[in-house]
């Protein structure tokens, strides 16, 4: 049997998600390959800090190396696909920090050149790839909880009003909906049958017109229902139970859990679970994008679409519109 190729990895940006990706390649025994940033002294400081051999002058360098295997995405929503559309056009596999597209009609597109290139497209969604989610989907599939018929789920932080930043601006697509709605979002897809296909919900808007806050209720053509309220101007628990007819799994901090509470209904009995590290969130996302080249593993686009489709709907009747969508 042959070896699997080293696979060759470029970032672009160099912001929070990026030194997290350099330490987690770090843990792997890897080097970063390659980094292009908007603002090159940044990317010089990037290289010297993780001992990365490449820097790029521009963006279009990147998208056109022959010795680059995948690039990941970490620069703000609004910049995606135009980075995406790039990148798979010159073959590049795609891991794209989330949320990965505007819309979905952006998604579309994207998801459309890589089938045309044939190559691997995914969203940085860390829940899909935690070791927990793969531990409690597989108990969930095993019936010993029963059908699941109810997510419940948190997601708020206090930001305050600044309305330059990344989370009230909408020149960077700001709002609560793609920047922590979609963890939420995301998990309850994951758990759930089929995608919702009756959505009611609430905004509160910022006083730049981005969605602040929001109360969202859905429901299935199985009859699941999942819950959301989401926040960037009041603080809430990262909280996500799942109940299902025999007992019930409750989840803190679950964008990156690695510790669940499942409780018997009838016995009132808990079991705390534990699976993986959250330290490793970033280890496991990079480990699972490279089966996904080398395997054909699955790397979840399927519910990214999902996701993308409730969010640009709420969106749109909310009245949530970015710069570049007009």
Not at 9 to 37: E, F, K
Not at 131 to 159: D, T
Not at 249 to 266: L, Q, T
């Amino acid at each position: 049997m042959s070896e699997k190729k080293h696979l060759r990895w470029a970032v672009l940006g160099t912001g929070v998600i990026a030194n997290q990706m350099a330490q987690a390649l770090r843990s792997m025994g890897r080097t970063l390959d390659a980094v292009g940033n908007r603002t090159y002294d940044k990317a010089v400081a990037f290289a010297e800090k993780y001992g990365v051999s490449k820097i790029y002058n521009s963006y279009d360098e990147m998208f056109t190396d022959q010795d680059i295997d995948i690039i990941y995405i970490t620069t703000p929503h609004n910049t995606h696909i135009g980075f995406l559309e790039k990148a798979l056009s010159n073959g590049k596999h795609v891991l794209c920090e989330k949320s990965i597209t505007l819309n979905s009609e952006e998604l579309q597109r994207a998801v459309k050149l890589a089938k045309e290139n044939g190559v691997v497209l995914a969203e940085a969604m860390t829940l899909y790839h935690m070791p927990l989610y793969r531990m409690l989907r597989e108990r969930v599939a095993s019936g010993e909880l029963g059908k699941v018929n109810l997510i419940q789920l948190n997601f708020g932080s206090y930001k305050e009003y600044d309305m330059k930043n990344r989370f009230f601006n909408p020149e960077l697509a700001g709002g609560a909906m793609l920047d922590i709605g979609v963890y939420a979002l995301s998990l309850a897809r994951m758990f759930l049958n089929s995608n919702p296909d009756q959505v009611r919900s609430f905004v509160r808007k910022a006083p730049t017109g981005v969605d602040e806050s929001a109360a969202i209720a859905m429901a299935n053509r199985e009859g699941q229902l999942a819950t959301a309220t989401l926040s960037l101007h009041s603080k809430q628990p990262k909280r996500a139970v799942i109940s299902c007819e025999k007992g019930y799994i409750e989840i803190m901090e679950y964008p990156r859990a690695d510790e669940a509470i499942i409780v018997d209904a009838e016995t009132g009995k808990s079991e705390t679970v534990h699976a993986g590290a959250t330290a490793d969130a970033l280890r496991y996302e990079l480990e699972d994008m490279e089966a996904a080249v080398q395997n054909g593993n699955d790397m979840f686009l399927s519910y990214t679409a999902d996701v993308m489709e409730l969010m640009t709907a709420m969106r749109r009747e909310w009245g949530v519109k970015y710069p570049e969508e007009n």
